[in-house]
């Protein structure tokens, strides 16, 4: 490859999962490193901008969305290229998708100075138009976590509404038919890493350098739990939230006291194969080894 087709190609940390899964977590890990800049949920960025609530919206930096200089730059210089700041990234006409990806994206790289960016759209259709451009080289992070504890963080807030639990089994179906998905589409792809956000929590410089590695990039320890370094600019989500290092970070295991004999039979019965697959425990209460 010549040097100018390198610069053309950038490179993607795309986020695949379940939601609720850590991928907030992992995306503010990455985005730590010197290298790595978090873009949060790229696909989303024509509707963060161009609605009227985009003018109370607050970027991740603390600043008003639209007074943000980060995000001024990159409008700047997508008004300059493409006549227009509002890119729609979610057009799945191939060449629009590769035009405006391509031109947001770069922006992003150019002005963060950072040459690996992570998307943490998390959406199937978004996935497959990156990797069939040939503009991306695109690392594919698909994040696990325990079907009964995502589910009931669900849980939590389906009661929370007002609404029965049968939103519980509802999410540990949906939770089976997205990750064997995801493992069956993508797992085979030489940039795959499949991750448990369980694995995350408690090791996580094993888990980031796996990812790193395929980046061709080194894990700095140091930047993953210091505040001054960890300044991003996310439209949506809440990134950035590792202020107070290490501690901060603990698996949250309350569904395994929460839910009744009842709902644990049922549920890991329901997905019992699925379980196996990632490694979790079929019917004992535990994290995984
Ligand atoms: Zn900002």
Redesign the pocket.
Known sequence: MTSSADEKVLDIIYIMGSGRSGSTLLSSMLGSQRDIVCAGEVYNYMNFFESAEARSR??????A?LQ????QQIRDRLKQQKGTELLDLKDTDRHTFDENNHALLSAIRDVSGKPVIVDSSKRHYRLKLLLKSGLFRVTIVHLIRDARAYAYSSLVTARKNGESDTAYYKKILQWQKKNIGIKAIYGRHPRYVQMRYEDLVRNHEAELERVMRLCDLTLDTGRVFDPSVN?????SGNSGFISKGLDEIKLDTRYLESLSARQWLVSSTLVAPCLTLFGYPVFSRGVPA
């Open positions: 607050k970027c991740s930096c603390g600043e969305l943000c200089d980060y995000w300044q991003s600019h996310e439209f």
